[in-house]
């Protein structure tokens, strides 16, 4: 059972547009959201996060939105940069337990 | 700051050999830590994870297993290894024992790529 889902293999967008990448989750549970971003051979770097209190987070080019009736998650990059070609994962984790739960990633690709 | 450290950083074994991939962190005091494995292809999958020495939660049945000697230390071992043991394993670790993951990053070590033949 997947109880984080990541629907879209890859994306490929224009330097300087947005970037948006999708995340949905199934558990009512989950309350903590996270965004990693992983580059090949390399473990997952922390992006940003979201608290299910809240239903936007900002960082820079980077916004994470959160809509707790649709389970589901985005996170926004603004201006995109060839540098943040990467595979992107989200994580949702629930303030009863230890466990972080990962979806099966977005690969981006930002096209000079 | 906190450090994680884990190795090796590579690793060709065959099938049915021993295996033991080994993670430190530095810095901090009683962490949660975590193994995952990126099968080729696939998400971030939870293998084992640990609020304090001694304690070990496993979320997947298979030939692996995890020990945790010392506060900051957790080792990822196998007595024979499968071909489906190949894969790219991660440990992490987050807050403090006794704190749930809510609202606490989970911060990666480098990996280690392990390649059975």
């Known amino acids: 059972d997947q109880q984080v889902k990541q629907n879209s293999p890859s994306l490929s967008v224009q330097e300087g547009r947005i970037s948006i990448l999708n995340c949905d989750y199934t558990?009512?549970?989950?309350?903590?959201f996270l965004w990693y971003k992983k580059y090949p051979a390399e473990g997952p770097t922390f992006l940003i996060s979201i608290s299910s209190i809240k239903d936007k987070n900002e960082d820079g080019r980077f916004t994470v939105f959160l809509n707790k009736s649709a389970k589901h998650l985005s996170l926004h990059i603004v201006p995109s940069q060839p540098g943040d070609s990467a595979v992107y994962f989200c994580?949702?984790?629930?303030?009863?337990?230890?466990?972080?739960?990962f979806g099966t990633g977005t690969r981006l690709k930002v096209l000079a | 700051s906190q450090t994680i450290h884990q190795w090796p950083a590579t690793l060709v074994q065959p099938v049915g050999s021993p295996l033991s991939l080994e993670c430190t962190v530095e810095g901090t005091s009683n962490p949660n830590l975590y193994w995952y494995r990126q099968a080729a292809g696939r998400g971030l999958q939870l293998l084992f994870y640990?609020?304090?020495?001694?304690?070990i939660s496993s979320e997947v049945p298979q030939n692996l297993s995890a020990s945790r000697p010392q506060d900051r230390q957790f080792i990822l071992s196998s007595k024979k290894l499968l071909l489906s043991d190949s894969g790219f394993y991660l440990c992490?670790?987050?807050?403090?024992?006794?704190?749930?993951?809510?609202?606490?990053?989970?911060?990666f070590g480098a990996g280690s790529r392990l390649t059975v033949l």
């Open positions: 640990s609020v304090g020495i001694g304690q």
């Open positions: 558990n009512s549970m989950f309350d903590y």
């Open positions: 994580a949702a984790s629930d303030s009863g337990t230890y466990k972080y739960i």
């Open positions: 992490a670790w987050s807050g403090a024992s006794g704190k749930s993951a809510g609202a606490n990053v989970l911060t």
